[in-house]
Nanobody
Framework: QVQLVESGGGLVQAGGSLKLSCAASGSIRSINAMGWYRQAPGKQRELVARITSGGRTNYADSVKGRFTISRDNAMNTVYLQMDSLKPEDTAVYYC????????????????????WGQGTQVTVSS
């Protein structure tokens, strides 16, 4: 009912930059927040950055000052600008969206959802 498609991953040298994009589509819904998570081999998935429908952002301590999350006004696309990349940023990055499915008017909530994209690989070489 909600589809998320990430793009923009790749291979970059340490100190370089990448910009990830996540395009969202699907059922009529009320979006609470969109975010980026990452999972490195042998590690748990962790929050990288999150932005609410009101524009409030929060970041993992490890990326503060280097990564910036943003979105278009309709919350159809969320971005993650990653600067000063480090080898430890290497991971599969996943887009996430959370909110409520609504009726066609958009006024009445039907049920909550937590949607994930398929992931995009980011590799930072030293």
């Amino acid at each position: 009912q909600v589809q998320l498609v990430e793009s923009g991953g790749g291979l970059v040298q340490a100190g370089g930059s990448l910009k990830l994009s996540c395009a969202a589509s699907g059922s009529i819904r009320s979006i609470n927040a969109m975010g980026w998570y990452r999972q490195a081999p042998g590690k748990q998935r962790e929050l990288v950055a999150r932005i609410t429908s009101g524009g409030r952002t929060n970041y993992a301590d490890s990326v503060k000052g280097r990564f910036t999350i943003s979105r278009d006004n309709a919350m159809n696309t969320v971005y993650l600008q990653m600067d000063s990349l480090k080898p430890e940023d290497t991971a599969v990055y996943y887009c996430n969206e959370e909110g409520f499915l609504t009726d066609d008017s958009g006024r009445y909530r039907i049920k909550g959802y937590d949607a994930w994209g398929q992931g995009t690989q980011v590799t930072v070489s030293s």
